[in-house]
């Protein structure tokens, strides 16, 4: 699975705010840019997508800038990747209005892809935004991230767990 340039920019965003949350002043959209050598523009479209999902709190003019909205730790990277990707068909089978595949009633391909795509999201749903920029405690650096096991997991809607 790879996530879209959107999606990267999007946690990027998200995880520059929340590593600079406790400081005077708010995060700046050109700030984002010079560091990440993000366009701009580009992110100008990002924060506001995020504010309208209630993510960011923007306010313009001088001394103006990008806050979050939620604490880092209610922020979870399983959301915020099925808010930014479109697309979770893999293969032709998964879209139901393109598929012509002839083999569709004998294969299991289409499970086992849409087993590893919700495997890959149940990883995500263990992870916060806090996961991601907060100093690390010594005694987690052995644990992994996932905090959920895959059975409370929430699937893509219209992808098989089994075929």
Known sequence: ???TQWTDYTLRVLMYCAATQGR???VTITEVAEGYGISRSHLMKIVQELAAQ???ETTRGRGGGM???KAPAE???GAVVRQTETDFHLVECFDPNVNQCRLSGNCRLKGVL????????AVLDGVTLADLVDAPNPKMLAQPLIRRSMRDAKPVTGLPLKD
Not at 115 to 120: R, V
Request: no cysteine; glycine share 8%; aromatic share 4%.
């Open 24 to 26: 005077e002043q708010p």
């Open 114 to 121: 849409g087993s590893a795509i919700n495997a890959y999201l």
């Open 1 to 3: 699975m790879r996530l």
């Open 67 to 69: 806050r979050l909205m």
């Open 54 to 56: 209630g993510l960011l």
């Open 75 to 77: 922020i979870n990277l």
